[in-house]
């Protein structure tokens, strides 16, 4: 069973930094990774995605130019890093692991049915 842990969320001000982490059990580097989000009363929307050997890489475009996504697959763990954040940006994050062999694409990436494994979700809070 291939277990997603997420961490790194919290409370910040607007205009601070977090990082997330998500470390992810089984044969890591062979995994597409995600992160989505979801406000409260709001459907979960796609954060992030990026491919197993980092070659590729997407993001919302709510999130582009302050958010970037990196993985480091000797830990076995993809990194979400917040910058400039924004009371908009406040939800439960959640990472999410895609086993399919083909190449990433953004349309993939974005999707949330692509995605095999996922965790139980960060808090992250930004007060204004």
């Known amino acids: 069973q291939v277990q997603v842990v997420e961490s790194g969320g919290g409370l910040v001000q607007a205009g601070g930094s977090l990082r997330l982490s998500c470390v992810v059990s089984?044969?890591?580097?062979?995994?597409?990774m995600g992160w989505f989000r979801q406000a409260p009363g709001k459907e979960r929307e796609f954060v992030a995605a990026?491919?197993?050997?980092?070659?590729?890489?997407y993001f919302a475009d709510s999130v582009k130019g302050r958010f970037t996504i990196s993985r480091d697959n000797a830990k076995n763990t993809v990194y979400l890093q917040m910058n400039s954040l924004k009371p908009e940006d406040t939800a439960v994050y959640y990472c999410?692991?895609?086993?399919?062999?083909?190449?990433?694409?953004?349309?993939?990436?974005?999707?949330?049915?692509?995605?095999?494994?996922w965790g139980q979700g960060t808090q992250v809070t930004v007060s204004s």
């Open positions: 089984g044969t890591f580097s062979s995994y597409d």
């Open positions: 990026i491919s197993r050997s980092s070659f590729s890489a």
């Open positions: 999410a692991a895609d086993e399919d062999s083909g190449t990433l694409t953004y349309g993939r990436g974005a999707r949330q049915s692509a995605y095999d494994y």
